[in-house]
């Protein structure tokens, strides 16, 4: 039976480094341009936190698009959904979040993520069995009724919140900066990173150590298959759409406390922001996403650092030079 | 038949609804006179044209681009840097749209070739950030557009208001620069349309419905799948640039809110569906009903409003305001995308 | 004769197009039974709507008495049935074993099971921690059948496993085959190479059309040229 592994050469674990670099790369050729350490810093700190927090609410987009070819053009929705939901924690709680204590502070911001996902996930659950189940697999039916979800909630939210703009204070302890050297770091965009990353490392997790995680990369590639192995893929779907929504409504949490104020407008514009993502991760892959996060962001700050007027089309000249050295992005998914 | 394209309504009742339609917006000056009715006709008129070269995107080719608004913008932005920038002459006037044209074209040749090789949900990605960065584009190049505030302008002296061709009036209304300009927009819009119907049922109309229906089958049979799309996504791109130049034409101003807003790409999107995909007429029938809705419902919406609000209901008030238009028209286009996919045209060919 | 699978006037309709017009057929439990026909005969989408990937429009299948036609396809691979489709659909993002985990879905990897496939497939144990996607053409191929056979199954699907492979390695392959078929789980083989369908069949079932044309031993079959020729005409001759 040796017959079978004769002849055929061990084949050699290919792990596809250079796309996980270029954000190294970027910050290496934009140093000097910058000049001053303490600015390269601070620009390239913030890159990152805006990188976690783009990435929180792209990752599950990714992933929804990957095992199902939906593209849910409601997604920024949910960013938006999240970030009035923190409003409806934060505030009444302001007693808490201004307080003079790291412990309250953090309590009620918890507080506000965790109702944030919850809330998001809950609507998610009935937006996809309500809009998207109707239409699997139809992508331009898809399109256009996950649209008119778009807009149908964006009006919801201004009826129920109103049309103005909610200013949103950062609890107390997160106001301000360290003094690193020369350079501020802002400490809000440093708690950003964490949670980020812990968004990201949980993911990773999930995907790779567990049962459920297996299914979704396997159903990724080849959903029939996994269905023809005994698994009811719209079950895992279902679920993975509740978490993806939950996440926007995260990074919804994060981006509103970024900027300081809500509106049901930075969902459709984070949407934009949201896709370019994906495209230059590779739909369907979290680890592009997460490349593709750090890469725009970083992008962004460095650009608006130097050239002001490109930084709001840089994130498009990205693409274009991604896709034009990767024609379906940092890292295309097998299988599709 | 022979100015249709041999592509006739097929159905009594939507035959009745076109010609109502378009003999109403041809005498529309006349029938009913004053600012007002005027803008609610030109703009049936230019969105019309906007949407029937959506229709041959969307409906015809089965691509969904969200770049149409930026080809609109390109022709309004055209018309309005040329005659800003060079005065009100006929010359201007040209270049403009000459300028604009081609821009439009290479840019959608750009997009097409770059990104429609691959997925449908692609191509509708791309254009979706291409559109949004040119959005943002238009707004800081104010040296160039005017940013945020646009650009107001002059128009050809024969087309302003204070213009009069007669003395007298005909049939009681003064021909005015005014009358001159709506008569400028129905003509070049129905010629326009007459040109989109027959590139649709051309040879190449045909070739894009079976690319749609099965591309592998297309491509097995010889065709360039590719070379079809882009070629399509250029024409529509075109068609969208001149209804862009005539709205700017009609306005005397061009901004980012007029002319590159992503909501004239969503009203675009809902007329096409509510007209119905796939047909020309669809874009007559639905442009009609959509910017008479727009107009003349919001009003109604305000006064339910405020007896919602008078009857001391919760929330209704919030709902029926005169902004939240959009929140009915995306549960009216959700519902139209469910249960009459076909549209307008659909229901009325008995196909619904 | 209830146990094993049989159809009983199967339609499917894939699109416009009419596939299976009606077929019937019976696969004798604990025994291989082999799909032979011409290209576009139906036998790919045969095993599909058996495995409920495609819909049947019309008909019955039935697993060891039970009707399973309706079931959704997850169902039916929890009733037992297995599917090693042509293109193996190896999930080449994820390692050997977690092929094989996911696989096993009744609980974790048994041992055991795990040396006996081993034991006729080496290389498995070899990049038990690789890529699916590096392996070669015939590692996957193995893969693939021994994600089917990694717990046990009363209906194993197999299309096409020798397509495209090494003669050293469809000899294998046929020993494996034989190796399951002795753990007495039913096994329904689409094969186009006429010289391994006389190995490892019992039974032939020849299709053509989108209906059976021919049912009966696999023996029979191979001692008649004449029936060969009219049956499977060039088809035979091309991969022989």
New interface residues.
Partial sequence: ??????G?A?????IDILPALTPLLVALVAAPFIGSASTFVTLTLAGLAMGMMIFTMASGLTLV?GLM?V?NFGHGAFISLGAYVATLVLLPLAGWSQADSLGANLAVLLLALLAASLVCGAVGFVFERV?VK??YGQ???Q???T??????A???L???FG?EFIPLPLPASLRGSFILGNAAIEKYRIAATIVGLAVFAGQMLILNRT?IG??I??G???R??????????DRLFIGVFMAGSALAGLGGVLWALYREQVHASMG?ELL?LT??VI?IGG?GSVGGCFIGSILVALIANYAGFLVP?LA??S??LL??VV?LWR??GLYP???R | MMILSGDGPRSKALSALLIVIVLVLALAPFLFPGAKPANVAANICISVLLVASYDLL?GYA?I?SFAHVMFFGIGAYGVAIALYGLGASWGALALGVLAAIPVSVVLALAIGL?SLR?????F???T???A??FN??AS?LSWLTGGEDGRSFQVPEILRPGFKLFEGDVFGVAISGRVLSYYLVFVVCALLFLVLLRIVNSPFGRVLQAIRENPFRAEALGYRIVFHRTLATCLSAAGATAAGALSALWLHYTGPDTALS?SIQ?DV?VIV?IGGMGSMYGAIAGAAVFVLAQNYLQALMGKLSSAAADAGLP?LP??F?P??W??W???M??LA??FV?TGIVGRLRGRG | MSAGLILQGVHTHIGRYHILQGVDLVAPEGETTMLLGRNGAGKTTALRTI???WRASQGAVMLDGAPIAAL???AI??AGV??V?ETM?V????SVK??L???A?DGPLDDVRIEWIF?????LR??WL??A????G??KQ?LSIA?AIVEPRRLLLIDEPTKGLAP??I??LI?CLKEIKRTGVTILLVEQNFRVAQEVGDHVRVMDGGRIIHQGAMAALAADSALQSRLLGLSLDAHQ
Wanted: hydrophobic letters at 60%; charged letters at 15%.
């Fill in positions: 039976m040796s017959v079978i592994d004769a055929a061990l084949p050699r674990q290919r698009f070819d593209l809009l109707p239409v992508h331009l039916k399109i256009m009724v649209i008119g979800g778009a807009i149908v964006e009006q919801l201004y009826a129920l049309p049962k297996l299914l990369r396997a990724v590639e080849n029939e298959m996994v269905e023809a192995l005994g698994y009811r893929i459709a934009v896709f370019i495209i739909l007027k709001l089309v994130n498009i693409m274009v896709l024609p379906r998914v097998s299988g | 969307l089965g969904v770059f691959v997925q449908t949900i692609f509708a990605m791309m979706l950030a291409v949004y960065a943002v584009l800081q992503f969503i999107l569906v929330l919030g709902l305001h902004d939240r959009l929140l028209l995306g549960l286009f959700i995308v469910y996919p | 495995m409920g990937l959704h396809a997850s691979a929890r297995a599917y489709p659909a999930f080449s993002d994820l977690e092929n985990v996911l696989a879905r034991g006729f497939f080496p290389a070899k990049f690789s890529r996607g590096t392996l070669s015939g590692q193995m994600r050293a390695i000899g294998a020993d």
